[in-house]
């Protein structure tokens, strides 16, 4: 089926009153877009990241405008008159949307991805096979985490490759996907627990765990707080982890920093990564202050990631 899709712009000022007419008209399922919005969910929320896509700001830049969707019929057309009775003042643009591009269409922007010398990342809807000498690391990419194409995430990924070992326990802190632990039990290791201040986050490792044949007796998956809550510190404290991944930003490796290191067992790693290459000399200097000694620190497209040993505080 073909839909309609209609695109209302106006002055930031009169958004409101938009789609306030456009409800009061009988229009259901609006999509309001808003640069103000957006730049406030970046300022309430800017402890997540460093750095926002340029592509994003430039796409989010002056825009006020609503979107809704009719069927391409001369019924669907005259139902978006009936929606758009009174509005003035306005610009409207309309396209056509076919309903498998509507549904789908974004799939075709996820293709397989090799990382490393070992891992092949792949989305769930299409032939799981690796090439010979990988292992298959499969995702939905559909459900908002990382699917191992920022270059954060490919340099933890690659970390994790040199890291995992047979028999190893894993905690990822930030899991997210579940896409770096998932790739640790994958790469052999024995146990994973996921811990992600997200709420939605471990249903959405689960379902990727679930791609990837992993047990539930060999993942676990936690929401909460590391920093904040002391209680979930006194648990993740109450074992020794062969590696720790951190996959997060500055502002959240540099606490971590000062608390994860005797989680550490004898001879293992935290890996971090997200880290913006404007704060890496910070990270650095907090790291190695906490007792940490950086073994490999790889850089890419101005991100860097730290793979460190805890050697105690001095």
């Not at 669907?76 to 309309?94: F, K, P, Q, S």
Request: hydrophobic letters at 40%; a negative charge; proline letters at 5%.
């Amino acid at each position: 089926m073909t839909w309609l899709e209609y695109r209302v712009t106006t002055a930031p000022e009169k958004l409101d009153a938009l789609a306030a007419r456009l409800t009061a008209n009988g229009a259901e399922g609006l999509v309001i877009e808003d640069e103000g919005d957006f730049r406030r969910f970046l300022e309430e929320n800017r402890q997540y990241w460093d750095y926002v896509d340029e592509a994003l700001e430039k796409r989010m830049s002056g825009v006020a405008q609503v979107k809704f969707y009719v069927p391409a019929t001369d019924a669907g057309r005259a139902e978006a008159e009936g929606y758009l009775a009174g509005v003035t003042d306005v610009d409207i643009a309309v396209e056509p949307l076919e309903e498998e591009d509507w549904a789908n269409g974004w799939k075709k922007y996820y293709q397989p991805l090799a990382i490393g010398q070992r891992l092949y990342v792949v989305p769930e809807w299409l032939p799981r096979e690796a090439p010979e000498g990988r292992v298959s690391l499969v995702l939905d990419p559909g459900l908002t985490f990382g699917t191992g194409a920022h270059p954060t995430t490919q340099l933890c990924l690659e970390g994790v490759e040199r890291c995992a070992r047979p028999g190893q326990r894993v905690l990822d802190l930030g899991c997210g996907s579940g896409i770096l632990s998932i790739a640790a039990l994958r790469l052999g290791a024995d146990y994973a627990l996921g811990v992600d201040i997200d709420p939605k986050a471990p249903d959405v490792a689960r379902e990727n765990a679930e791609l990837n044949d992993i047990c539930r007796e060999s993942y676990r998956l936690l929401a909460g707080d590391v920093l904040g809550d002391k209680s979930l510190q006194t648990e993740l404290a109450g074992e020794r982890w062969d590696l720790i991944l951190a996959n997060i930003v500055a502002d959240v490796i540099i606490p971590l920093s000062a608390v994860v290191g005797p989680w550490l067992a004898p001879g293992g790693t935290f890996l971090c990564a997200g880290i913006i290459d404007t704060r890496a000399a910070e990270v650095r200097a907090e790291l190695e202050q906490n007792g940490f000694v950086i073994e490999e620190a790889p850089a890419r497209k101005g991100w860097c990631a730290y793979q460190c040993r805890w050697e105690g505080k001095a």
